[in-house]
Nanobody, 121 residues
Framework: QVQLVESGGGLVQAGGSLRLSCAASGSIFSINAMGWYRQAPGKQRDMVAS???????NYADSVKGRFTISRDNANNTVYLQMNSLKPEDTAVYYCHVLYNKRWLGNEYDYWGQGTQVTVSS
């Protein structure tokens, strides 16, 4: 079983900042990648940012230059620093992990419960 504990969401004014964190634990041998997705009401869930075990990052065009993803491999934790927030960033943010349960085993994925981020204008 895998657990993802997310924190850091909340209400912020436009132009403000928030930092999300997500800590993974449980039956994990290795984590290949971690990332953040978001889903606004009535819209599909979209990738925001991701980071591999080697540190390679990928960002949605809408957040480039404003959001920064980072990772603490020792503690299986991923962070999302969100600056210059806009009302259109309002969504539920979900943590996502790609992991192996054992060496050379299959890759699995798991989702967090989500944390609400609301940006007021």
């Amino acid at each position: 079983q895998v657990q993802l504990v997310e924190s850091g969401g909340g209400l912020v004014q436009a132009g403000g900042s928030l930092r999300l964190s997500c800590a993974a634990s449980g039956s994990i041998f290795s984590i290949n990648a971690m990332g953040w997705y978001r889903q606004a009401p009535g819209k599909q869930r979209d990738m925001v940012a991701s980071i591999t075990s080697g540190g390679s990052t990928n960002y949605a065009d809408s957040v480039k230059g404003r959001f920064t993803i980072s990772r603490d491999n020792a503690n299986n934790t991923v962070y999302l620093q969100m600056n210059s927030l806009k009302p259109e960033d309002t969504a539920v943010y979900y943590c996502h992990v790609l992991y192996n349960k054992r060496w050379l085993g299959n890759e699995y994925d798991y989702w967090g419960q989500g944390t609400q981020v609301t940006v007021s204008s």
